[in-house]
């Protein structure tokens, strides 16, 4: 086109096999117009009754086992291969953190200077440390410290978090704006920084619940913030109406439809957050300022070991790995109910 | 220059007009002369099978066998309740199945090509240019984030077509016989937004100095019709013809003035075409300042923006208001029809495929049990699942249900003497809930003023009687229903219950009308906790209102699950394994628990399948008839109405327009609105089913 105005010059569109090959007539276009000539292959055509057999209007199938979302949920973990070994490990781990004395004979805490930095032995598998403690012992032994403080927390943050974050958004106007204002104010302090300061004030206690109350008070935020948003969405669902119409009162709501509705996420950030847990607190024991002295700790172990890691390397590396397999079993076991729990990965 | 428009091109490349061919008077009774053997249809689908892969690689047959063929211009409907693989079917022409589905046997042709086992890079050439998709779902298939011309000039690229139409004109002008010959490229110019005022200008002279008569209401008429980015060079020559100017001005104008338009201006045009007014400002706004009307006009809008010869329509229209239906419809038609684009819609409404289509396929669980010219289909249909199907739709010549609880000897006589019991009862029954001036306003976002949801709305419900509220979206049904259950509060008005005020109730009298009053919602998804097991559903109110033991709430689920006809064994399954016609069951179930006097109904069979919502009418019915329940029946649809109603509120913005007895109101509509929404119900007129 040489029209110097168009804006577009019209394509020329290139014929492809999909353009009708044999020409219509306007004769024939009336007649599909008009409808009332059966055009070929629009006869009129009637399935025969045999062939498709006829079932009752929405009849329940009794034959599919009934199953709940938490039924559906067991019968997807239980096929994921990732769950069994997350599951052998933490067994195996949780009966270490019960019952020491199963797995190790030998005193954490008999220790003889006669035997620092002594390596393995019949009876003594990894060897001792500087101190003459047998390190296989002590691993064992710090299972416990580890685990208690990583379910206790997370106990703890469910408990805060969640109520926290499911009245802010079950309640919603003032009640949310404040409660969201005080999560913005704790999610602004980092959880290392804010323990490092906070236990510096209990140094010489050994008790393990200044570390649980700690770890609690800066990591309960973001469990609050997952709730609040499952509870707002769970919370306009229909079921709700239902259910007040029915005289169910507000608070009956929140506890018998709200907050199981909600669980899920939740559920996934806790068992997700539970190793995270174990590791602040190796973290926090190694920098001096968590348990301290005599406490049975892997935390504390690594944290003496770090002065022989040229000489004898070892001491370090079973704590280390002890902390390790622990936290990994714990977020493979996170990934599990995640992927169980929500098989469409909405929750991601 | 002027005569080189007429240098014997012909732009119908592949059209050729036998007009000897056309008899000359036009009836159908003469179609026999016109040949249809050697007419190629557009799309053939012969036994096409699709499967899909379920779990542990179990083959779940979607689609077995399926045939049914378009022809071009055509309009084609695929009737079948959810699950029957209407869609599914739909859904493999276009290469779009979703998820596992795959094609495993059978042909799909388009104009002789056969698509089955084609490429993805072949499919992208064929989408969008030849078949045009007008999804489901008006909310979810836009991007939000786009505004919608950017998303219509989106499709335009996809498919490199700025401008072209050719395909367009040339059915249409087959259409119109028309002996008009112009260059090809002439035909893709549109009206550009640089252009038109000195096209009306210089049209405004041309009809002066030709002395045409009434000159200025006809160039009132040409500048309505020349929209910007719609109107081509080829349709400007035609019109000014048409209003009497010589060919060889005519011409003249349109060449000069019509050069063609910027990708803004055919984005504009395309929106006013499917019918959106103002198209160029809401061309900048975003989907979420439209209407769901308004986004499947731009669905609609994207779906031909590349004139396809098949457009496929996947329940365009179902989740919008009747009148909004009715236009959006119209509207598709009558571009379907210039454009000459076949029409593959899907649909669960049978009024519907009886009013448009020509040819219509009736699907039950994957295959096509009967298939035809629709209206013979639907008239006459055969086979037992069509029958079925025919039989539980609504219509607007449907009458009012009769129990077989009080079926007397014979059906007629039942009905006349259940209509003499209605208007008794109407006349001088006991008021169970009783409606004054209801007011309540809402405060909108960005506006001063309170949108006043429900205004001035009085009714009341008669001991053992249906009231039905009839509205559109918007129309404050709900809040309506929501206050009478005392969800919500009214801001003005009075709401009695058995005669006392429920706004002086205190939390005793609030229970105990709780108990009395019960809700079925509409939606069978979300009304049922998902955690809860039937069992716990059903027995919350017992719990909640602590009624019975442990022993005497298990008989008493039991009794109620016996009912709603559902099995004992549904008790410990969950909502989320029940269809949405058994889990409204088991509203209804949950409904009955107390023993209510009154039901209230928020759309409650409106998400349902025309068979399931039959059988959950006729529930309802008979448990009224038993029990001697009211319902206050909250609905869009008025085909139900008529068959479960006594009485009827039609409201519109909030008003209440009409109030009347079923029968004044259908057969007797005083208002335009009501008449508009009579009106606007598909094949209301047509009677199916005739022979049933």
Redesign the interface.
Known sequence: ?S?A?????????EP????????????????????????????????S?E??P??G??Q?D?A?P????WAQAWRRLRRNPLFIVSSILIVIILLMALFPGLFAHQNPTACSLNDSIAGPRAGHPFGFDLQGCDIYARVVYGTRTSVSIGILTTIAVVIVGGLIGAIAGYFGGLVDSLLSRLIDIFYAVPLLLGAIVLLQMFHDDSNIWKIVITLTLFSWVSMARITRSAVLSAKN???N????????SRM?NLFK?VL??SLAPMIVTATMSLGSYIVAEATLDFLGVGLQGNVVSWGVDISNAQSQLTSAPMILFYPSVALAITVLAFIMLGDCVQDALDPTGELR | MSAKHNDGFDPRR??????D??APD?D?DT??N?????????L?VTDLSVDFTGEKGRAIHAVDKAS??V????WVAIVGESGSGKSTSAMSVLGLLPGTGHVTGGSIK????ELVGMGEKDYE??RG??IGLVPQDPMSNLNPVWRIGTQIEESLKAN?????R?KRNA?SK??Q?ADVKVRR?DD??FI?S??IDDLVRTTQEALASSHIENAQGKMRKLRHEWVVGSETRWAVAQSLIREGLDEETAWKIAKNHV?????K??VAGLLDEAGLPDAATRARQYPGEFSGGMRQRALIAMGLASRP?LLIADEPTSALDVTVQKKILDHLQEMT?TL?TAVLFITHDLGLAAERA??IVVM??G???????SL??LQHP????TQ?LVKAAPSLASQRMISAYEEGAQDADAGLAHKQKAADAIANGQAVIEVQHLVKKFKLPHQKEMFRAVDDVSFSVKKGMTLAIVGESGSGKSTVANMV???LKQDSGKILYNGVDTSTFNSKD??NF??HV??V???PY??????Y?IYRSIE??LR??KIGTKESRLKRVKELLDMVE??E??M???P????G??RQRI?IA?AMA?DPDVIIADEAVSALDV??QD?VLRLLNDLQAQRGLSYLFITHDLAVVRQIADEVVVMEHGKMVEHGTTDEIFEHPEKDYTRELLDAIPGGKLSLGVDL
Do not use: C
Not at chain 1, 27 to 34: H, N
């Open positions: 086109m029209n105005n168009s804006v577009n010059p019209p394509v020329e569109q492809t096999e999909f353009d009708r090959k044999a020409p219509i007539s306007a004769a024939q276009v009336r007649v599909i117009e008009d409808g009332t000539t059966t055009l070929p292959g629009q006869e009129r055509f009637v399935a009754v062939d498709i006829m079932q209007i929405d329940v009794e599919a009934a199953s709940s979302m669902l229909e079921f109406t239902a259910s007040t119409a029915l005289g169910s009956r439809h199981p509705n | 592949n059209v050729t007009i036998h007009k061919a056309v036009w159908a179609n026999d016109i040949p249809t053997e050697d007419l190629a249809p557009l053939e049914f063929t022809y071009p211009g055509q388009f104009n002789e090509q050439r064929l240019r030849y490199h077509m700025d401008v072209a050719e059915l087959s259409l016989e490229t893709e110019l550009g640089q252009d050069t063609g338009s910027s990708m201006d055919r010869d029809d000459g020509q040819y039950y669980r295959h096509v049990v009967e298939s035809g010219p013979e289909v055969q086979h037992p699942y079925r259950l005392h969800l609030l229970l709780r108990r019960q809700p919602f509409q939606n979300g009304s049922l906790d998902p955690m097991s919350e109110p909640i209102h559902l099995p064994s549904v410990n399954r969950h989320g394994e029940l269809s016609g058994q509203a949950r107390l068979l399931v059988e």
